[in-house]
């Protein structure tokens, strides 16, 4: 009976057997394959979704080029397409978005970075616990919202400290802007502050450095790469914000640098462009594209500035 059991045993027909779970593995494997379709799928619709972006942008930009010289579109300090006689410099526009986004990081860096070292190096946990929502909240709130808290609230004051400011200028952008950047610019910073490992912290302190000296003198440096990177991708973000700059700034395309005048970005002229009164087909309305274009080709190069940054002076602890 024993020898008889064995044998039963060694053929693999008991129930307990490879026959009984060759269905079972083969159904795993199936859904397996299933699974990695979908999730190639899902991967392929955002590839597909980004080439198509950039071809869509070339097509109608190369269009717009047949009729407007690139030269005249590159150096012209005029942008009045939709007005005779017209011109297609698209310089105005290019200093009013670099005046905003270079505006809102004279606000957002440092109180971006301050906030993020206290809430790492200083802030108790219950403390840290209570802030950190809040700070994250300011990235919830949508920004058109934003927009009108400019026009409401921080524009009157520009007017009350620098008399003759008009409602819509470019310091009131910067502000909102700036606070639109500050949920970034914390929480990026803070994640690489917390980064840095302790022994280095406790050395510093086991040769005698005070807690301001190892924050700005070990702590700071050590996180450089993450910090820094965090202010290109705040930057990015800026030069890409629409609603807020286009209720704050205004929509006249000056060439200056004056924060107290209004000015007109490209994100704000597209919001103009897309309301529908330009025909489509005519190069007025094809500036769309070409200037999408030039806002993607920033965005680009310095996210790809980011990268680079972060990959040449990263530092690595084991």
Known sequence: MSSASADLSVSGSGPSGPSAGAPASGRWRGLEGGIHLFLL??????????????????????????????????????????????????????????????????????????????????????????????????????SVVYGYFAVVTISPVVRWVFPGTGVFNAASACVVVGVMTLPMIISLSEDALRAVPRSLRQGAYALGATKYEVTVQVVVPAAMSGIVASFLLAVSRAIGETMAVSLAAGKTPRLTLNPLESVQTMTSYIVQISQGDTPAGTPEYRTLFAVGLVLFVMTLLINLLAQWFLGRVREKYE
């Open 41 to 142: 799928g899902c991967a392929a619709v955002s590839v597909v979704t980004t080439v198509s972006i950039v071809v869509i942008l070339a097509v109608e930009s190369a269009r717009f080029f047949l009729d407007v010289s690139v030269v005249e579109f590159l150096t012209d300090t005029r942008w009045t397409p939709l007005l005779k006689p017209q011109h297609f410099g698209i310089l105005p526009l290019l200093c009013g978005t670099i005046l905003v986004a270079v505006g809102s990081m004279c606000v957002s860096v440092p109180i971006g970075l301050g906030t993020a070292i206290f809430l790492s190096e200083y802030a108790p946990g219950r403390l840290r616990e209570v802030i950190r929502p809040v700070v994250e909240i300011l990235a919830g709130i949508p």
